[in-house]
């Protein structure tokens, strides 16, 4: 669907997006992460035609971008950060000029019902968008994105500045769309992604630095897993049991907590899943488990340590000393 | 383009500034008439209101260009009409007939000023002579729309884009005045080749010169012209 090839973008001096290659494959939902300014919205801006390229190829179902824009044009669908929105208009009007603007052939009255309706935009269709608020505003950009019915949408931070009820609706909206359409979902809100997309590119300083399926995300982390555990027992006791374990490579006491339980950092092999094993020796000693997570499996962690990864060591070690 | 051409025209008239622009160009026009030809009572004195009334473009016109592009790049819905499947072309384009096309329902409107001419002055009025002063209005104001369209392309403020047109309006209106104190023959035929007022006082003294229209047109052209090779360069910076 999606081909992009030794994608280069250079302002003067400075690189912006660096030899990006990637391809997207129809329906996929794909999370751009990266912090600000590692050239999502450059890529973005290649991708839907209104940037040029210093050199390499985008193309869109076959079509060129740079040769042929028009075409591709009529193939995207772009929300970008802030919604496009003349805020003198009603929704109708702004959806119908919409409409007009991108030379549509549906059935006009029909085609933006329907929009209307998968967005949840009915009750406002004959209100003056400056009087909406910020999420129905989203939701409009987001509706102006579906007109024409494009094979790829494009959503640039679609849930920035939203509040929690509707950053929640924006999402499950997304994820829904991405039944139907190739969606390109770009953010630095990182359960966002894990959230919505089936596979998250994390760009950095122009590159990519991961390129993973999301349930394989972790899997680019480099080094041990750790595990917090909150239990009811004897403090040695538990710790020399879980030492004894094989797989496990530390474990130690982080903290006392109220009724004599208490919190264990435990670091295990590098991809060894240890939580099963703990939970039956704890289990056969009679001691409850009355917390455990995970610790630095979150995507906030995964992506600090690949970002310091591809940013160079400095940062990398510095991180270490630093310890958690 | 249709489209685009559409909510222009829908958003000058949703807006206060097509009225505004509407009002202030009918108040204008009917001063500069009364002063020039109702005072003077005689309709040879026409030429001097078709003279007045280019200059008072000066002002009046800005009004209509100014929010053109900026107030696009003010409310980031410019990056929606780069992105659809809209030439670059016919979206300057759109947005130049859109103020032209409100320049002409004012335009019209002025002809009334016209009708005491016919019937209470003294003299019979030279319809050809009119004609012509009329096309060449006309013309001069597609050459400004255009200059306030390039303006406005460039920045993100109404105010600078008004300001701007102003100062390049005044520049071709007013540049023969300064050729009197110039020296160099060859800068002074350069600067005079530019001067609308030169071109235009033959219309308005009943020469028709085709010189004039070719040179109303192309500077429409070039003005609208470069503002696609503006949004062209942005592309390909």
Redesign the interface.
């Given at each position: 669907m999606i081909e992009i090839k030794n994608l280069v973008k250079r302002?003067g001096e400075k690189t912006a997006v660096d030899n990006i290659s990637l391809s997207i494959s129809d329906g996929e939902i794909v999370g751009f992460l990266g912090p600000n300014g590692a050239g999502k919205t450059t890529t973005m801006s290649m991708l839907?035609?209104?940037?040029?390229c210093t050199s390499g190829s985008i193309t869109v179902n076959g079509v060129d971008v740079f040769d042929d824009p028009?075409?591709v044009?009529?193939q995207?669908g772009?929300l970008?950060e802030?919604p496009?929105?003349?805020?003198?208009?009603t929704v109708k009007?702004y959806l119908n000029?919409?409409y007009?603007?991108?030379?549509c052939t549906q059935d006009r009255q029909a085609h933006i019902a329907e929009i209307c309706e998968r967005v949840r935009l009915d009750d406002v269709f004959n209100r003056v968008i400056r009087n909406l608020s910020k999420g129905y505003r989203q939701r409009v950009g987001i509706a102006?994105a579906l007109i024409g019915n494009p094979k790829v949408i494009i959503f640039d931070e679609p849930t920035v500045g939203l509040d929690p009820k509707q950053i929640i609706e924006i999402r499950t909206l997304i994820k829904e769309l991405g039944k139907s359409h190739t969606v390109i979902l770009s953010t630095h809100i990182l359960p966002e992604v894990q959230m919505v997309c089936d596979r998250i590119v994390i760009i950095n300083k122009g590159k990519i630095v991961a390129d993973e399926l999301t349930e394989n995300i972790d899997k680019v982390i480099v080094g041990a897993r750790q595990i917090q555990i909150k239990a009811c027992g004897p403090e040695k006791e538990m710790l020399a049991a879980l030492r004894s374990l094989n797989g496990i490579r530390y474990a130690e006491t982080v903290g006392e907590r109220e009724m004599s339980s208490y919190a264990m950092l435990v670091e295990s092999e590098p991809g060894v899943d240890m939580r099963k094993t703990i939970f039956g020796v704890f289990a056969r000693n009679g001691w409850p488990i009355i917390g455990m997570e995970a610790v630095g499996l979150n995507l906030e962690e995964i992506f600090i340590s690949v970002v310091d990864e591809s940013g160079g060591d400095d940062t990398r070690k510095k991180q270490k000393k630093g310890g958690r | 383009m249709?489209?685009?051409y559409?909510?222009e025209m829908?958003?000058y008239f949703?807006?206060p500034i097509g009225y505004i622009f509407l009002a202030i160009f009918l108040a204008v026009s009917g001063v500069i008439f009364s002063v020039t030809v109702l005072q003077a009572g005689s309709s040879g004195s026409v030429s001097d209101y078709f003279t007045y009334m280019m200059m008072s473009f000066c002002i009046v016109l800005p009004l209509l260009t100014m929010k053109l592009f900026a107030d696009e790049k003010r409310?980031?819905?410019?990056?929606?009409?780069?992105?659809?499947?809209?030439?670059l072309t016919s979206m300057v384009a759109a947005k130049f007939f859109a103020a032209l096309s409100v320049f002409l329902v004012g335009f019209v409107c002025t002809l009334i000023n016209l009708i005491p001419l016919y019937y209470y002055a003294s003299g019979t009025p030279d319809t050809g002579t009119i004609v012509g002063s009329l096309l060449g209005l006309v013309l001069i104001a597609a050459a400004f729309i255009a200059a306030g369209v390039m303006v406005s392309a460039l920045t993100e403020s109404q105010l600078v884009a008004a300001l701007g047109t102003m100062l390049i309006i005044f520049f071709f209106v007013f540049v023969s005045i300064f050729n009197f104190s110039i020296d160099s023959y060859v800068l002074r035929s350069v600067l005079s080749w530019f001067s609308m007022l030169d071109r235009f006082a033959l219309l308005t003294i009943g020469r028709f010169d085709v010189s004039a229209i070719v040179y109303f047109i192309s500077v429409c052209f070039v003005f609208l012209f470069v503002t696609v090779r503006i949004y062209e360069k942005r592309?390909?910076?």
């Amino acid at each position: 669907m999606i081909e992009i090839k030794n994608l280069v973008k250079r302002y003067g001096e400075k690189t912006a997006v660096d030899n990006i290659s990637l391809s997207i494959s129809d329906g996929e939902i794909v999370g751009f992460l990266g912090p600000n300014g590692a050239g999502k919205t450059t890529t973005m801006s290649m991708l839907t035609g209104s940037l040029s390229c210093t050199s390499g190829s985008i193309t869109v179902n076959g079509v060129d971008v740079f040769d042929d824009p028009m075409e591709v044009k009529k193939q995207i669908g772009y929300l970008p950060e802030f919604p496009p929105l003349y805020l003198e208009m009603t929704v109708k009007e702004y959806l119908n000029f919409i409409y007009d603007l991108k030379e549509c052939t549906q059935d006009r009255q029909a085609h933006i019902a329907e929009i209307c309706e998968r967005v949840r935009l009915d009750d406002v269709f004959n209100r003056v968008i400056r009087n909406l608020s910020k999420g129905y505003r989203q939701r409009v950009g987001i509706a102006q994105a579906l007109i024409g019915n494009p094979k790829v949408i494009i959503f640039d931070e679609p849930t920035v500045g939203l509040d929690p009820k509707q950053i929640i609706e924006i999402r499950t909206l997304i994820k829904e769309l991405g039944k139907s359409h190739t969606v390109i979902l770009s953010t630095h809100i990182l359960p966002e992604v894990q959230m919505v997309c089936d596979r998250i590119v994390i760009i950095n300083k122009g590159k990519i630095v991961a390129d993973e399926l999301t349930e394989n995300i972790d899997k680019v982390i480099v080094g041990a897993r750790q595990i917090q555990i909150k239990a009811c027992g004897p403090e040695k006791e538990m710790l020399a049991a879980l030492r004894s374990l094989n797989g496990i490579r530390y474990a130690e006491t982080v903290g006392e907590r109220e009724m004599s339980s208490y919190a264990m950092l435990v670091e295990s092999e590098p991809g060894v899943d240890m939580r099963k094993t703990i939970f039956g020796v704890f289990a056969r000693n009679g001691w409850p488990i009355i917390g455990m997570e995970a610790v630095g499996l979150n995507l906030e962690e995964i992506f600090i340590s690949v970002v310091d990864e591809s940013g160079g060591d400095d940062t990398r070690k510095k991180q270490k000393k630093g310890g958690r | 383009m249709m489209a685009v051409y559409k909510r222009e025209m829908r958003s000058y008239f949703v807006s206060p500034i097509g009225y505004i622009f509407l009002a202030i160009f009918l108040a204008v026009s009917g001063v500069i008439f009364s002063v020039t030809v109702l005072q003077a009572g005689s309709s040879g004195s026409v030429s001097d209101y078709f003279t007045y009334m280019m200059m008072s473009f000066c002002i009046v016109l800005p009004l209509l260009t100014m929010k053109l592009f900026a107030d696009e790049k003010r409310q980031r819905t410019e990056v929606l009409l780069i992105t659809s499947p809209v030439s670059l072309t016919s979206m300057v384009a759109a947005k130049f007939f859109a103020a032209l096309s409100v320049f002409l329902v004012g335009f019209v409107c002025t002809l009334i000023n016209l009708i005491p001419l016919y019937y209470y002055a003294s003299g019979t009025p030279d319809t050809g002579t009119i004609v012509g002063s009329l096309l060449g209005l006309v013309l001069i104001a597609a050459a400004f729309i255009a200059a306030g369209v390039m303006v406005s392309a460039l920045t993100e403020s109404q105010l600078v884009a008004a300001l701007g047109t102003m100062l390049i309006i005044f520049f071709f209106v007013f540049v023969s005045i300064f050729n009197f104190s110039i020296d160099s023959y060859v800068l002074r035929s350069v600067l005079s080749w530019f001067s609308m007022l030169d071109r235009f006082a033959l219309l308005t003294i009943g020469r028709f010169d085709v010189s004039a229209i070719v040179y109303f047109i192309s500077v429409c052209f070039v003005f609208l012209f470069v503002t696609v090779r503006i949004y062209e360069k942005r592309r390909w910076s």
